[in-house]
């Protein structure tokens, strides 16, 4: 499709606000800095607190645009959700007139707008976005009523993204919260004990997962546990197998499957521009950062971050594979079919203080095996696995669909932006996926 958009700088459609203030003035406040943007992500992963700032700040409005302007290649671009304070190494962008808001958001965080932006970054090892040099660049403009079109589509998936998200944390904190009470509060236990004071007895027939535990707590070097239950180390659940150096890093690019809406609506071209070779999962001790033609080891599985974010703890539904800076976790014959536990396990240790002495700190996986572990009855173990299964599959599936959804999102953006597919044309499909 050729355009006949305007073309337009960045500084005729776009400022910075420049409004600084005091540490004393960011008391109460909510505060975003580098680290609560998400990278590559478009959205705000965490928030802060102004009043433990030291220096001076830049404040923001509910719905500014938040760049992220050292290193402008890690994409750290978000909309504000509310009124707060920010980093000053964060750009705080409103549009001029006759630009849409969140138009323009999406330009900002176009990869054609980052590889301007890194490209006039000064500094060399804290490279920094430069305004003056960014305002010059151009770019096609669409009309306004198409702009909030074009906004309109981005931000539907965006919300889509974003629900995903919420629902996937829900889940995982349902299945964290059965794992803290059967293993750390022993909620069972007690409601044991309570039946067997009022002699109420157990429910009939053992269907009550409660009928596996026992009605009273016994000593033990980690305090008070279950009776009948062991104490051993970490290193008896699990081996902590290194990942591989083996793989070409080059593959941080889109994920693969679109499905058959991308097929249908713009043809096999743009499909085939959003498959990245492989099928296999790539894991780092940042999570996922490609894919790989063959995996280290068959799914599920879990994958330890070893250096750069060491004592993170990684599901994987499916095959995958891990490179160099993580560990993957190999049960001992004994705990082969406890996946669901040992992933729990590992997320309640503290393996993040479990550091190598050296000067790039990472976990150090002879102390981890050394750590104090708590070992419930194969029964106990099993029932664990039924129960939380179910939540961990819907956690795959929701994940699966989030990252077709931001897949989508990705592919679309560029080709919306330039005119090359038209805003009309492809919100009929958007609703499929939404």
């Known amino acids: 499709m050729k355009t006949r958009w305007a073309i337009a700088e960045m500084g005729e459609c776009a400022e910075v606000v420049r409004n600084t203030v005091t540490p004393?003035?960011?008391?109460?406040?909510?505060?975003?800095?580098?680290?609560?943007?998400?990278?590559?992500?478009?959205?705000?992963?965490?928030?802060?607190?102004?009043?433990?700032?030291a220096s001076?700040?830049?404040?923001?409005?509910?719905?500014?645009?938040?760049?992220?302007?050292?290193?402008?290649?890690?994409?750290?671009?978000?909309i504000a959700p509310f009124d707060g304070v920010s980093s000053t190494d964060i750009w705080v962008v409103r549009a001029k007139s006759g630009t849409d808001q969140r138009f323009l958001f999406y330009r900002l965080a176009?990869?054609?707008?980052?590889?301007?932006?890194?490209r006039g970054a000064e500094g060399t090892k804290m490279p920094r976005a430069k305004w003056n040099f960014v305002e010059k660049f151009a770019f096609p403009l669409p009309p306004l009523p198409i702009q909030k079109r074009i906004a309109h589509i981005l931000g539907t998936l965006d919300?889509?993204?974003?629900?995903?998200?919420r629902m996937n944390e829900t889940l995982e904190a349902m299945a964290r919260a059965i794992f803290k009470s059967w293993f750390i509060d022993f909620d069972p236990v007690k409601r044991n004990m309570e039946r067997k004071r009022s002699s109420h007895g157990r429910r009939a027939g053992g269907e009550d997962a409660d009928a596996l535990f026992p009605a009273e707590f016994q000593n033990s070097e980690l305090g008070l546990i279950p009776k009948g239950w062991g104490i051993g180390v970490l290193g008896e659940l699990l081996e902590l197998a290194y990942g591989s150096a083996g793989i070409d890093h080059a593959g941080r690019s889109k994920c693969r499957v679109l499905g058959e809406l991308l097929e249908l609506a713009y043809g096999?071209?743009?499909r085939a521009e959003a498959r990245q070779q492989g099928t296999v999962p790539v894991f780092g001790s940042n999570g996922q950062i490609g894919w790989h033609s063959q995996p280290i080891s068959r799914g599920p599985g879990i994958v330890v971050g070893r250096k750069g974010n060491p004592g993170v703890v990684i599901w994987s539904y499916t095959d995958f594979f891990a490179i160099d800076t993580a560990f993957y976790a190999v049960p001992r014959k004994e705990f082969e079919g406890c996946l669901h536990f040992l992933f729990h396990a590992l997320r309640e240790q503290d393996l993040a203080s479990?550091?190598?002495?050296?000067?790039?700190?990472?976990?150090?996986?002879?102390?981890?095996?050394?750590?104090?572990?708590?070992?419930?009855?194969?029964?106990?173990?099993?029932?664990?696995?039924?129960?939380?299964?179910?939540?961990?599959?819907?956690?795959?599936?929701c994940r699966e669909e989030l990252r077709c959804v931001v897949t989508l999102r990705d592919v679309l953006l560029p080709k919306l932006l330039s005119g090359e597919l038209a805003a009309s044309a492809t919100e009929k499909h958007i609703s499929e996926v939404t």
Do not use: W
């Open 24 to 53: 004393d003035s960011c008391k109460g406040e909510e505060y975003i800095g580098l680290e609560h943007i998400g990278e590559g992500s478009l959205a705000i992963t965490s928030v802060g607190d102004g009043t433990a700032v």
């Open 159 to 165: 919300d889509k993204i974003e629900l995903n998200r």
């Open 354 to 397: 479990l550091g190598a002495d050296s000067a790039v700190p990472g976990l150090n996986r002879n102390i981890a095996y050394t750590s104090k572990q708590l070992l419930p009855p194969r029964a106990i173990l099993e029932q664990f696995e039924v129960t939380t299964a179910t939540v961990l599959r819907q956690v795959n599936n």
């Open 110 to 118: 176009s990869q054609e707008f980052i590889d301007v932006a890194t």
């Open 56 to 78: 001076a700040k830049s404040r923001f409005e509910a719905g500014d645009i938040l760049f992220g302007k050292l290193r402008p290649y890690f994409r750290k671009v978000a």
């Open 268 to 270: 096999r071209a743009l």
